[in-house]
């Protein structure tokens, strides 16, 4: 049974670190390195052998109506392995770039306290329990917006700490109104009682918890923290909030309780559809005026989140299956592309693109690497930012909804154009620029060079063969939707 | 008046007595986490709160050669990593994760529900020792205008 | 009906609190305020008319009890509102640090 060890490896990395390596900072990288490494293996073997098996554990030995129950089915195993990439490689990135700010047992700890709130929220079954690994996620992920100390940090982290508790606490209501209509905590238990519960009260649950997840999304009218704090953290925890965070804990919860749980009733799909539309075009109309690289990048992911909202909203497994694959993508191009804000940043001192350029010659495999990530965003073919866009547009298009298809082809249009400006004004730009002096490492290069081989081999999953075995039996498990009762449930009673 | 020199000799007196009853009672509410309300949280707070008192009846200074700061670091790491060394242990003994697997005595008897109480004595200290960490380094900031 | 109303009147304080003021130190109350709003709902769904406290002891019968699960809730929610409290503190103190002062339209560094 693998799947308490999730959240026990990086749990008791953070606490060994805060434990030994107090005293020698080595410590702290090694045991991170040796842990995350151990949930890439862990998660990389599970998805590829599990496929559509649905597993389950119950905590304490304690049986599903009394106890917590951990959940792994396909779904799971995707995003474990999306979030065990992405840290991955931050943590490598960030063995040189936290270096430079600081050298720190205390952020390793931090990270590690991070990838276990994500990995929580991800392999839990139970309402409450989601909720208590979300709120460590978000303190460690407060405590690693404010790392670098400087006024505008502790600002955003602020900012980012108020509407996080706010979005929390309506979370907390949304719990508090299902376990007094349904009286269990456990999703598939809820999900078993819930189609005997009064409409009305299943439309309160629904808004509340849009209301929160939608805030730790950013989706649009509650997007107002991300641009600040994803572009006041350092460069690799920017990648791990926009890259992961904000999928794992808002798009990953909706998926399982809006489809798995509530049975995707209609109107919370046309909110989706709604809201993933205005994200998409205002996401990156705001993102076109930006100067600043890293809150350019952190409009986008409020944009991007708007393509997954819509695949979601749509409903129809070709929609999901644009969802999922679209959740995956950006979370590869948009850590790069954070990545190489960042080592921009350590390189020139700067993050406005007007005082770039020439960076081609300073920081080729940088430049590089930010070609292939900017031209995915975009959706260019054949990178895999253009496939998962495609497939959403086609969605769109055969479930009969041509304006949502419209925008989302608009905004993939403003997307190359901002994306345009980058590369023009950023990395080819014609003002000569002096390097600061510090110089990108093999570790750093190491992390860009791998995202950016990710970015490219992630578009083969279309390919029919290699679709069946890694995209379908997610999007079999989310297009099923209660099906997820019997696979949990049935599981249980055969152990 | 210095400052970090705490409050005034009655303060103190009463301190000294009292930090020890203070202290008496959260390890009494930890002790009996499984029999009566309280448990690891609630007792954990009492003891940092006794901490607390001698903080800001002497002042940072005494407090500071009083408690070895940097112990208390290691207690607070030291006790969360025991926490999960406990959850392992459930595994290879109980079958999951946190099962217990101790003997889970009489009912309403001190010594009994198995590893709850060790797991309560642990989160005593755990909890004890960072709030009175975060009050402590909370504490040491400066929020007086034009300092 | 009229509790749960209240308790919603509660959470609308604290929301306004959050949304209008300028202090930190009073958005950290409201978020309190908020929180505890929240606790009340979960300890009034647990209520039953007539019940007493679920804690077992010698004499007591379970079927008597309110529901005790809602009430663990509350004591995890209250730990984490703690840790939520303390790191915001801990963020208004850098905050006063770096700027001197507690006056959100002060602290405006951010912006776009």
Not at chain 3, 1 to 15: A, E, H, N, Q, T
Request: with cysteine.
């Amino acid at each position: 049974m693998i799947l308490p060890y999730y959240i026990i490896i990086p749990l008791l990395a953070a606490f060994l670190i805060s434990l030994i390596a107090g005293k020698k900072d080595n410590w702290a990288v090694i045991l991170s390195v040796i842990a995350v490494s151990a949930l890439l293996i862990l998660s990389l073997f599970s998805f590829i052998s599990m496929r559509d098996e649905t597993i389950t554990y119950s905590m304490s030995a304690w049986s599903i109506p009394y106890g917590i129950v951990l959940v792994q089915d396909a779904l799971t195993s995707f995003i474990l392995v999306m979030v065990s990439i992405i840290s991955f490689t931050s943590l490598i990135f960030s063995i040189q770039y936290i270096r430079h700010l600081s050298m720190d047992w205390k952020y390793y700890s931090l990270f590690m306290l991070l990838v276990t709130g994500m990995n929580g929220v991800i392999i839990t079954g139970d309402l409450f329990n989601l909720y208590v690994f979300m709120e460590i996620a978000l303190f460690s992920a407060f405590a690693l917006v404010a790392y670098g100390s400087k006024a505008e940090e502790f600002e955003a982290a602020f900012k980012y700490a108020v509407m996080g508790s706010v979005s929390s606490f309506l979370i907390l209501a949304g719990i508090a109104v299902t376990y007094s209509a349904t009286s269990t905590l456990t999703m598939a238990k809820v999900a078993e009682v819930l189609p005997a519960v009064d409409q009305k009260v299943i439309f309160w649950i629904g808004a509340l918890f849009i209301a929160g997840f939608g805030l730790k999304a950013a989706a649009m009218p509650f997007h107002a923290w991300l641009p600040d704090a994803h572009s006041s953290a350092p460069a690799p925890i920017s990648s791990m909030l926009s890259g992961v965070l904000i999928k794992a804990l808002g798009i990953y919860v909706m998926l399982r309780i809006f489809y798995n749980v509530f049975n995707a009733p209609e109107i919370f799909m046309k909110i989706f559809l709604v809201l993933g539309t205005i994200s998409i075009i205002v996401g990156v109309f705001l993102a076109i005026g930006q100067w600043d690289m890293k809150r350019l990048l952190a409009y986008h992911s409020i944009s991007q989140i708007g393509y997954i909202l819509l695949g979601m909203g749509i409903a129809t497994p070709l929609g999901i299956l644009g969802a999922v694959f679209h959740l995956f993508n950006h979370a590869i191009f948009k850590s790069l592309l954070f990545y190489n804000a960042g080592s921009v940043e350590m390189a020139l001192g700067t993050r406005d693109l007007r005082k770039m350029g020439n960076l081609m010659k300073l920081l080729p495999i940088t430049s590089q690497t930010s070609l292939i990530a900017s031209l995915s965003i975009s959706g260019i073919p054949p990178f895999n930012g253009f496939f998962s866009k495609l497939i959403i547009i086609i969605a769109a298009l055969q479930a009969g909804l041509p304006w949502y298809a419209v925008f989302a082809i608009i905004g993939s249009l403003l997307t190359l154009a901002s994306f345009m400006k980058v590369q023009r004004y950023g990395f080819k730009g014609e003002t000569a620029v002096e390097s600061s002096g510090n110089k990108i490492g093999w570790r750093m290069n190491a992390a860009m060079i791998t995202l950016a081989v990710v970015c490219i081999l992630a578009s083969l999953m279309v390919v029919p063969g290699i679709k069946e075995v890694t995209l379908d039996p997610v999007v079999k498990v989310i297009a099923d939707k209660t099906e997820y009762i019997q696979l949990v449930l049935g599981g249980m009673n055969g152990n | 008046m210095q400052q970090n020199d705490g409050m005034t000799l009655i303060v103190k007196t009463v301190t000294r007595i009292s930090v020890w009853m203070i202290l008496l009672y959260g390890i009494y509410i930890i002790f009996h986490g499984h029999l009566s309300p309280g448990g690891g949280f609630a007792g954990g707070v009492i003891i940092a709160l006794a901490f607390l008192n001698v903080l800001l009846a002497y002042g940072r200074k005494f407090t500071s050669d009083w408690l070895n700061i940097g112990f208390l670091h290691d207690l607070e790491s030291a006790s969360a990593t025991l926490f999960l060394v406990i959850g392992i242990l459930g595994i290879s003994i109980g079958g999951a994760f946190l099962a217990n697997f101790i003997t889970k005595g009489e009912l309403f008897a001190l010594l009994s529900a198995g590893t709850i109480l060790p797991l309560n004595i642990i989160i005593g200290i755990k909890v004890g020792m960072s709030l009175f960490l975060v009050a402590w380094v909370l504490a040491g900031s400066k929020t007086v205008k034009g300092e | 009906m009229i509790v749960y109303l209240l308790c919603f009147v509660l959470l609308l304080v604290g929301l306004y609190g959050v949304l209008t003021k300028r202090d930190l130190i009073k958005i950290i109350l409201s978020i309190g305020i908020l929180g505890y709003a929240v606790n009340l709902l979960l300890i009034l769904f647990a209520y039953r008319k007539g019940s007493i406290y679920p804690i077992l002891a010698k004499g007591k019968e379970v079927s008597q009890m309110v529901d005790p699960l809602p009430q663990a809730l509350v004591l995890t929610s209250i730990v984490i509102e703690l840790g939520t409290t303390a790191m915001l503190v801990a963020l208004a103190i850098k905050l006063f640090e770096k700027y001197q002062t507690f006056d959100i339209t002060q602290i405006r560094r951010l912006k776009g």
